[in-house]
């Protein structure tokens, strides 16, 4: 059993108006699609866990036209989840049948950010090749990872793009992460010929996904979390 870490660069006119919305503005720095389920009448229930400003999010959300009910629920100041109820749009199956076609599994969570949708599929090898040769050439595919599937040998780093791993890399060379701390924000943004901001940035996603999948593979109890009311475009 083979799996395949793919992240795909939907274009313009595949993408959800979400996906849009995420790329685009500060607002909204990360989304992950934790579960998900369709019915016979095209429509679809969706989970996400989400980063970034909650009242942004539903501003924008509102107004999508597929999307019929949502429901917000606060985790902390800086995330939340988001349940949407919404119509399927011909958009996304354009590129969702390349997986409907095949005997495949698709592992959650689906992660979005500024570079797409990353993915991990489950199945045969020739499965998994097929899917790639039958995605609609439009959408630029970026291969992460390929191999023997494995979930507990899985690397808490997996998730991060190329800049995040170098920003990594360059702020455990200052001794950023030292104890004492040896090296300022200011010495892992001159490695890396970018503003602080910048590298604050790339840093504080990186440290959140790895956070994140340590907890993961950890038993703990849940956050509290407090409901809002659903929301009907």
Same mark, same amino acid.
Request: aromatic share 6%.
């Given at each position: 059993?083979?799996?395949?870490?793919?992240?795909?660069?939907?274009?313009?006119?595949?993408?959800?108006?979400?996906?849009? $919305?995420?790329?685009?503005?500060?607002? /909204?720095?990360?989304?992950?699609?934790?579960?998900? *389920?369709?019915?016979?009448?095209?429509?679809?229930?969706?989970?996400?866990?989400?980063?970034?400003?909650?009242?942004?999010?539903?501003?924008?959300? %509102?107004?999508?036209?597929?999307?019929?009910?949502?429901?917000?629920?606060? /985790?902390?100041?800086?995330? $939340?989840?988001?349940?949407?109820?919404?119509?399927?749009?011909?958009?996304?199956?354009?590129?969702?049948?390349?997986?409907?076609?095949? *005997?495949?599994?698709?592992?959650?969570?689906?992660?979005?950010?500024?570079?797409?949708?990353?993915?991990?599929?489950?199945?045969? +090898?020739? %499965?998994?090749?097929?899917?790639?040769?039958?995605?609609?050439?439009?959408?630029?595919?970026?291969?992460?990872? /390929?191999? %023997?599937?494995?979930?507990?040998?899985?690397?808490?780093?997996?998730?991060?793009?190329?800049?995040?791993?170098?920003?990594?890399?360059?702020?455990? %060379?200052?001794?950023?992460?030292?104890?004492?701390?040896?090296?300022?924000?200011?010495?892992?943004?001159?490695?890396?010929?970018?503003?602080?901001?910048?590298?604050? *940035?790339?840093?504080?996603?990186?440290?959140?996904?790895?956070?994140?999948? /340590?907890?993961?593979?950890?038993?703990?109890? +849940?956050?509290?979390?407090?409901?809002?009311?659903?929301?009907?475009?």
């Amino acid at each position: 059993m083979k799996y395949l870490d793919v992240t795909l660069d939907l274009p313009p006119a595949l993408r959800h108006p979400m996906e849009e $919305f995420l790329r685009g503005s500060e607002a /909204i720095d990360r989304e992950e699609l934790l579960a998900w *389920n369709t019915s016979a009448e095209a429509v679809e229930y969706a989970l996400f866990y989400v980063e970034g400003d909650l009242a942004a999010y539903r501003d924008r959300i %509102d107004r999508v036209d597929s999307v019929r009910d949502v429901t917000l629920t606060r /985790i902390d100041a800086g995330s $939340f989840y988001s349940y949407v109820c919404q119509e399927t749009r011909e958009e996304e199956e354009a590129w969702r049948r390349a997986f409907a076609r095949r *005997n495949l599994v698709v592992v959650p969570p689906l992660e979005y950010d500024e570079r797409g949708v990353r993915i991990t599929v489950v199945g045969a +090898g020739a %499965d998994l090749q097929a899917l790639l040769a039958d995605l609609p050439p439009e959408v630029d595919v970026t291969v992460e990872e /390929i191999g %023997d599937y494995d979930r507990r040998h899985a690397t808490v780093a997996g998730g991060l793009t190329d800049r995040q791993l170098e920003a990594v890399a360059a702020a455990v %060379d200052v001794g950023y992460y030292a104890v004492p701390r040896g090296g300022s924000l200011a010495d892992v943004a001159d490695r890396l010929d970018c503003a602080e901001s910048t590298a604050s *940035n790339h840093l504080r996603k990186a440290e959140s996904r790895v956070m994140r999948r /340590i907890a993961r593979a950890t038993p703990a109890a +849940g956050p509290s979390v407090a409901r809002e009311a659903p929301r009907r475009t």
